[in-house]
């Protein structure tokens, strides 16, 4: 019984640890100036450039992927930020604003660093209207351990960069649709990225 017991409480000692990390809530510096600042901790998964609303992809077997661009611009940039367990899960405004919309989509629950299927996975798209880049879109979407995706602004709310909005539990991603020919980007893929300190791009 006492290794028994020994064993159950390590067990809910790693548990409790996983979730305080997991849970964690730290402070950022938000970078000053005409930029966008990542909406996640995590890695970014793919970088890539629409055009008339298609994503092309000129490496792999994905082909093009259909995405909601076409109420941003014509041309955009899709960014795909993968969040481990491990990373932090509070989402936050990748730039100052005006939340022009929210829509919560039902959906699956595949392998959220898995880019063609995680598109059909339960989301939650935001759009914020910038006076200088126009519109930018924020897209929560859960992964296979992800149940629960956090939205905690409302449409007309004013947001500051780098304020918190969100949160999704659990190994997810969040992706980011912007206007390519009003910005220019700053990251790369595979770049680890911190929500609300790590610049994305700088607007044009």
Do not use: W
Not at 49 to 66: A, F, H, P, V
Not at 107 to 121: E, P, Q, R, T, V
Not at 162 to 168: A, D, E, F, S, T
Request: positive net charge.
């Amino acid at each position: 019984m006492g290794a028994l017991l020994i064993s159950i409480i390590v067990v809910v000692l790693i548990i409790v640890l996983f979730l305080l990390n997991f849970y964690r809530d730290p402070e950022r510096k938000i970078p000053i100036g005409n930029n966008i600042v990542s909406p996640a901790d995590g890695r970014v998964l793919k970088i890539l450039k629409t055009n008339n609303n298609k994503i092309k992809i000129n490496k792999g077997s994905l082909g093009k992927i259909e995405t909601l661009t076409r109420d941003i611009a014509k041309e955009c940039y899709v960014i795909s930020i993968f969040m481990s367990p491990f990373d932090v899960h509070v989402n936050r405004a990748p730039i100052e604003g005006e939340i022009g919309s929210i829509k919560y989509k039902k959906g699956k629950y595949f392998a959220a660093y898995n880019l063609k299927k995680s598109l059909m996975n339960e989301k939650n798209e935001i759009i914020i209207k910038n006076k200088i880049i126009g519109k930018i879109k924020m897209i929560q979407i859960a992964g296979f351990l992800a149940r629960r995706i956090i939205c905690s602004v409302n449409i007309n709310d004013k947001v500051n960069k780098g304020q918190r909005i969100g949160k999704i539990v659990l190994g997810s991603q969040v992706t980011l649709i912007l206007p390519s020919k009003k910005i220019k980007l700053k990251i790369k893929k595979n770049q680890k990225v911190v929500g609300g300190e790590t610049v994305v791009a700088i607007l044009r």
